[in-house]
């Protein structure tokens, strides 16, 4: 628990990350949804109509730095409180600061970094002073805030989504770092833009990251007689002590990885499909890119050879979603090694191809009037649901209907494996189609 000015004095063996910190709206890089032009957030700012609120985001998006900014409108005392070393008797000594302080006209911004982490009487312990505007409150939290904070706390605090940086958005930070005095303006550096855009990849959406990286390849880059430093790629490769994070995300080794896992996985080999995964995870791949591809595979590859699968995947996904890395990197895993031993089938995906491009070259095909919906009596007496029959209200709970287009009455897109739970789909199928085709005399189906 620390109370500071906006910015306090910056010691001249800062970090690079803290020197830099923005000063003013302008500087501030990203969240250009909030802090645009006429953005939500940046109207509440500059009008000094700030009231509590929660940032959510990952991590080195600016959720301290924007507290700060706020602190500086609105002339508030800002307290930067840690949830992970303070108790009740810190807040309640902190409550009682602002009171005082607010006897005297005086506001308190209290800052609260990962809010997540206080449990249920912690967070309560505020609700009194946000009512009473003793305090704005502004939480900062990297978990989603409607499982992690109060319902209570949350209903009086604005909920703000603050998204990781792109790689525009640090590239334009890292030029920043290069030129402006608080950071190497004073000193020249040789780095390339390549070198430029792999610490921006690395950095995987976090300016910290970034900012981090590029100071110790430059702290550690070669002195050159004039007093510049060069930073070279092999530099900077062990700056980071990785070689695979020269890994470009939208090059061509982005495509043959994932390539690389999602033929893995077809071919039923867990430890090749592992080793993939693990090597685009270590080289600062997004773990959200990779649930939505291990989406895919189980629809594409598995398909209703195993119904788990897809459910499995969408876990994983929504796991990643939750915990970020390092720790989706084993909901991942386990999603890539089940789908890597599960039976395999593309039946889904050739029925799909197979329907889309019928659907493509027939687009404007009716549906059958037997099909349609009558909700008003002239669609009834142009004969829509005429003939319709309720398959629940059938012993064999299907109706001898046709349901696809005249000009298709016989195509099959689906045609199931003998492999997993699919082999039983089959002898449903076969069942199915035999009933229809003896209970529609003189159609035989196209084989």
């Known amino acids: 628990m620390e109370q500071q000015s906006l910015f306090g004095d910056r010691a001249a063996g800062a970090p690079l990350a803290s020197r830099l910190r923005p000063r003013t709206l302008d500087e501030f890089v990203g969240q250009r949804h909030l802090l645009g032009q006429g953005g939500v957030l940046r109207r509440l700012i500059e009008q000094d109509q700030a009231a509590s609120m929660i940032f959510w985001g990952p991590p080195g998006v600016g959720k301290t ?80 805030p ?19 940086l792109t790689e525009e958005d640090l590239m334009a930070l890292l030029r ?37 990286t590029l100071e110790m390849a430059v702290l550690n880059g070669e002195l050159l007689a004039d007093g510049a430093a060069r930073v070279t790629r092999e530099t900077l490769a062990q700056c980071v002590s990785r070689k695979s994070l020269l890994y470009d995300k939208h090059g061509e080794e982005h495509y043959n990885l994932i390539s690389a896992l999602h033929k893995s996985m077809r071919n039923s080999d867990p430890d090749a499909a592992v080793y993939w995964l693990s090597r685009m995870l270590e080289a600062g791949e997004d773990p959200l890119y990779v649930a939505r591809r291990v989406i895919r595979f189980a629809s594409e590859d598995v398909g209703l050879a195993d119904s ?27 999603a890539v090694v089940y789908l890597s031993l599960a039976p395999k089938s593309n039946a889904c995906y050739v029925a799909y191809e197979r329907a889309k491009q019928d659907a493509q070259r027939m687009l404007a095909e009716p ?7 009558a909700p008003t009596q002239l ?14 209200d059938t012993q064999e709970r299907i109706a001898a209907m046709q349901c696809l287009p005249d000009s298709l009455a016989d195509r099959r897109y689906y045609e199931p494996t003998d492999q997993g739970n699919e ?25």
């Open 176 to 212: 920043r770092a290069l030129r402006d005095p608080r950071g190497f303006g004073n000193q020249r550096v040789e780095i390339d833009g390549e070198l430029l855009q792999t610490i921006a990849a690395f950095a995987n959406g976090d300016a910290r990251v970034a900012l981090s």
């Open 146 to 164: 409607s499982f992690e904070i109060n319902a209570a706390l949350l209903s009086r605090c604005k909920v703000f989504v603050l998204q990781a």
């Open 65 to 144: 730095t924007l507290a700060r900014l706020i602190a500086g409108r609105t002339q508030a005392n800002f307290v930067d409180f840690s949830a992970v070393t303070s108790g009740i008797k810190e807040i309640k000594e902190v409550m009682q600061r602002a009171e005082k302080a607010r006897a005297m006209g005086l506001k308190t911004l209290l800052f609260v970094d990962e809010i997540h982490r206080f449990n249920k009487a912690q967070q309560d312990a505020f609700l009194p002073f946000v009512e009473k505007g003793s305090i704005i409150l502004i939480g900062a939290t990297t978990e989603n």
């Open 423 to 447: 082999a039983r789909l089959a002898q449903r199928l076969a069942q199915i189609r035999a009933w229809r085709e003896a209970h529609a005399p003189g159609r035989a189906p196209q084989d």
């Open 379 to 392: 669609m009834a007496d142009l004969h829509y649901g005429e003939g319709y029959v309720y398959a629940h």
């Open 308 to 334: 788990r699968a897809l459910s499995l995947a969408v876990d994983a996904y929504q796991a990643c979603h939750m915990i970020g890395l390092p720790e989706c990197s084993l909901a991942l895993t386990q």
């Open 367 to 373: 549906v059958p009037l037997v099909i349609r919906n």
